[in-house]
């Protein structure tokens, strides 16, 4: 059964950048997309961007282009997330999710602290 | 992008009483070439990622509980829960995945009364 399994805990300083992987555990992403979506603490779910692995084609949330690159691996079934001009409103849980047409498989989630 | 309200954005329900949650979507979410309503429902819990409940609008994920269920169509959707059980406070949450960017509703908060 595929599990998707997210990099550690991240904690950075202001204007530096995140890269975030996830991999799918006892499986492949197949035809899958791979969307972000993080929630920062005690708000709601904000959707970053996704990728279909297989073809590499992203999309990104307008929000967050120019400083947000989603890419994948697709022979390792890796994909990761690369948040640049970290400020301190990015601290937050990012969990990648599995979309068919819905998402129906998270990870973990990452925890990520920006603070100096 | 498509905008998801969701209301209440709180609510306290006895046990066994039943839940009704409430998402409104800018746009239909229904594609008619298909005929299927793009909008989920998840349950989030403390300390854990969200959980697939219902997908195009009405069906439930394998494993949930048949005391969920989901109705609605273009614009207007509900999650019911038929039974409140402990296990279901949690945080809910509306998505549309008809058209990027997906988008979320703000989340509901189901707490025991």
């Known amino acids: 059964q595929v599990q998707l399994v997210q990099s550690g805990t991240e904690v950075k300083k202001p204007g530096s950048a995140l890269k975030v992987s996830c991999k799918a555990s006892g499986g492949t992403f197949g035809y899958y997309s791979v969307n972000w979506v993080r929630q920062a603490p005690g708000e709601g779910l904000e959707y970053l961007g996704g990728?279909?692995?297989?073809?590499?084609?992203?999309n990104y949330a307008q929000k967050f282009q120019g400083r947000l690159t989603i890419s994948a691996d697709a022979p390792s079934s890796t994909v990761y997330m690369e948040l640049t001009s970290l400020q301190s409103e990015d601290t937050a849980i990012y969990y990648c999710a599995r979309e068919g047409n819905y998402m129906d498989l998270w990870g973990m989630g990452t925890s990520v602290t920006v603070s100096s | 992008d498509i905008v998801m309200s969701q209301s209440p954005d709180s609510l306290a329900v006895s046990l066994g009483e039943r839940v009704t949650i409430k998402c409104k979507s800018s746009q239909s979410l229904l594609y008619t070439v298909n005929n299927h309503i793009y909008l989920a429902w998840f349950q989030q819990k403390p300390g854990q990622p969200p959980k697939l409940l219902i997908y195009w609008a009405s069906t439930r994920q394998s494993g949930v509980p048949d005391r969920f269920s989901g109705s609605g169509s273009g614009t207007d959707f509900t999650l019911s829960i038929s039974s409140l059980q402990p296990e279901d406070v949690a945080v809910y949450y509306c998505q549309q995945y008809l058209s990027l960017p997906r988008t979320f509703g703000q989340g509901t908060k189901l707490e025991i009364k």
């Open positions: 990728i279909v692995p297989d073809s590499g084609t992203a």
